[in-house]
């Protein structure tokens, strides 16, 4: 396999004296889908702070094609994550203060200095593809948890970054919602083939679109690589934790 776009080796985090990342070493193949699964708590969502720069390590190192993310200048932190889309938990962090065509509009408007006429058409496409066109001038206090996230994806993707992150998207999503979600990270990824990092739960939604899996716990990997591979794996702790067992190596904590 080709060298990876992302990379943490050997990559330490510790808060308030509670190691959230204990030596963990994991990469991300450009264009290709991953997903980040464990236990709550596992340090997924802390993997993905590291990799957008808004954290420093404690030790090791997180590599984004080949090249320190840690000694990145301001300028170039800021450069550097323009070309992510993020879905961030907690119904996708939307702005409050802006309506839901706003919020898709702003990397737009922010980044790439469209002409409203061009804002506007890929805006409603982006919420047509999510089912909430006719809520573009809704603020998200009028929306549904599901809904919030739908936004937050179709803020995500307007700008086709090369790079997307879901971090939990299922947090407050029905199953039905779910499922149109995955379809459209799935769909996505077909028309626009990008690396894209999902941290989720949902184990349905792995196994519908995850071509590699990374299984954390305890801040270190416990099982990557190809999803067929890791989604069949013998290992007590992998099998546990997909199938839901009660009994195992993974104890109620």
Known sequence: ?????????????????????????????????????????????????????????????????????????????????????????????????????????????????????LVRAHVEKRLREVGLWEHARKMPNELSTGMR????????????????FFDSPDTGMDPVRMTALTRLIGEHHRSHPCTTLLITHDLDAVR???QDIILVHRGRVVEQGLAPRVLASEDPFTRQFLAGLMVGPLAME
């Open 1 to 117: 396999m080709a060298t990876p776009i992302i990379e943490l080796r050997e990559v330490r985090k510790t808060y308030d004296g509670v190691a959230a990342l204990d030596g963990l070493s994991c990469s991300f193949h450009d264009g290709r889908i991953t997903a980040v699964i464990g236990p709550s708590g596992a340090g997924k969502t802390t993997m993905l702070r590291l990799i957008l720069g808004l954290t420093s390590p404690d030790a090791g190192q997180v590599l984004f094609r080949g090249r320190a993310v840690a000694q990145m200048s301001n300028q170039e932190l800021l450069d550097y994550r323009r070309d992510f889309g993020v879905l961030l938990e907690g119904a996708g962090a939307l702005f409050a203060s802006m309506n839901v065509f706003d919020n898709v509009a702003f990397p737009l408007r922010r980044v790439s200095h469209y002409p409203e006429e």
């Open 208 to 210: 519908a679109v995850a």
């Open 149 to 164: 996230v739908r936004v937050a994806f179709a803020r995500a993707v307007i700008t086709q970054p090369p790079v997307l």
